[in-house]
């Protein structure tokens, strides 16, 4: 089975704050994700990574950026954190090629910034 | 952005009661994807139907594809406490693309 694992489940930070969020998929899946989840708008795609060194921007990554040096490894980085990104973050990977885009998700990561 | 429109956004029933839940757009999909989430956790597949017309079914659940392509059910018979979560539906463009959720329905299955 996927196994994707994210650093944390629950982290709080503090305004101004450098956050960094985690991610990792054991199943050398080349596509990796990552999304927002608030009450009232869904998921939202941040930024997503079809290969090493490779990032692609996706509907929200205002306030985000990412880093993938390595195939298992895909980091969402707040550079200075702030009130409105206090949300659920969400970290998921793909088959390369995928016929339908199915994607595993790992359990995710309940950001509070004060 | 293709939108998925889900309804109703919060159901609540008792154990043993049947229910459906749908998905809908103004676009026609190649695919559209189900997804379960328990509360605390990511969202996990149950489901990709891709051709019109066309109906799967795991254990109590049954997801049908409309036949253009533009809409979904999921149809739960007998519903246990466990089938409690947030239903999502999802559709991607295929390769590395993320995938565009609509907002879910929220169920509460009560014993």
């Known amino acids: 089975d996927v196994k994707v694992t994210q650093s944390s489940r629950y982290l709080v930070k503090r305004t101004g704050e450098k956050v960094f969020l985690e991610c990792v998929q054991d199943m050398d899946h080349e596509n990796m994700f990552w999304y927002r989840q608030d009450p009232g708008l869904g998921l939202r795609l941040i930024y997503f990574?079809?290969?090493?060194?490779?990032?692609e921007k996706g509907d929200i990554p205002e306030g985000y950026s990412v880093s993938r040096e390595k195939k298992e490894r895909f980091s969402l980085i707040l550079e200075s954190a702030s009130t409105n990104q206090t949300s659920m973050y969400l970290c998921?990977?793909?088959?390369?090629?995928?016929?339908?885009?199915?994607?595993?998700f790992g359990p995710g990561t309940r950001l509070t910034v004060l | 952005t293709q939108l998925l429109e889900q309804s109703p956004q919060f159901l609540s029933i008792q154990e043993g009661e049947n229910l459906t839940v749908y998905c809908n757009s103004s676009?026609?999909?190649?695919?559209l994807q189900w997804y379960r989430q328990e509360p605390g956790e990511g969202p996990v597949l149950l489901v990709t139907v891709v051709t019109g017309g066309e109906v799967k079914k795991l254990k109590r659940l049954t997801f049908q594809f409309g036949d253009a392509r533009k809409d979904s059910s999921l149809h739960i018979t007998a519903a246990q406490p466990g089938d409690t979560g947030l239903y999502l539906c999802a559709h991607g463009g295929g390769g590395a693309d993320g995938l565009t959720f609509g907002k879910g329905t929220h169920l509460i299955i009560q014993p």
């Open positions: 998921a990977s793909s088959r390369p090629r995928a016929s339908y885009n199915e994607q595993f």
């Open positions: 990574s079809y290969d090493v060194k490779m990032k």
């Open positions: 676009s026609v999909f190649s695919s």
